[in-house]
């Protein structure tokens, strides 16, 4: 009550004046925003997905940043594994090369253990075993998802890997 007797106060003594104090984000915030904002539309560009989620932890330090996308397009292990390993190493590259992020992370560099990603396919449901629903990329790990077609919402790992076994794998390719 108190508050927002002062607030109309506030506004009725100066109209014009700016009011950033009362901006519920903080700079850290604008900054992790700018940041991924950044990233998404890169990678959105480059792979013809949509970024649907962005997020974090990042309660005192920024301890984590994670991106999430989706795609039309049926994904393939090794198709897949490429675009997962480009996306998690420019996320990085991109929360590294940001000087005023720096200040607010955990530890400067930041390195892939610290970033989730995960692209989900929503386009229609096929029975080809070799499509997947989604990779996800979270604890250091890789993995390739499929949804089971006869058990409703019941997920199948068709495949697991570490972030540096699929990074060998895709580098062994080019």
Excluded: W
Aim: glycine share 4%.
């Amino acid at each position: 009550m108190i508050r927002t007797i002062y607030i109309i106060l506030i506004f009725t003594l100066f109209p014009f004046y700016s009011y950033s104090f009362l901006s519920s984000y903080s700079n850290k915030e604008r900054v992790v925003d700018s940041v991924l904002k950044k990233t998404s539309l890169l990678l959105e560009n480059k792979y013809d997905i949509k970024t649907i989620g962005t997020g974090g932890r990042m309660m005192n330090e920024i301890n984590e940043l994670s991106l999430a996308f989706s795609t039309c397009k049926p994904l393939t292990i090794e198709c897949s594994r490429i675009i997962i390993v480009d996306c998690i190493r420019q996320l990085v590259h991109d929360i590294n090369s940001d000087v005023n992020i720096r200040p607010y992370l955990i530890h400067y560099p930041f390195n892939e253990s610290d970033v989730d990603v995960t692209i989900y396919f929503n386009g229609v449901e096929d029975e080809d075993l070799s499509k997947l629903s989604y990779v996800a990329f979270y604890c250091g790990r890789i993995n390739y998802c499929k949804l089971d077609p006869n058990k409703l919402g019941k997920e199948l790992v068709d495949k697991t890997e570490t972030f540096e076994e699929a990074l060998s794998t895709v580098n062994s390719k080019i």
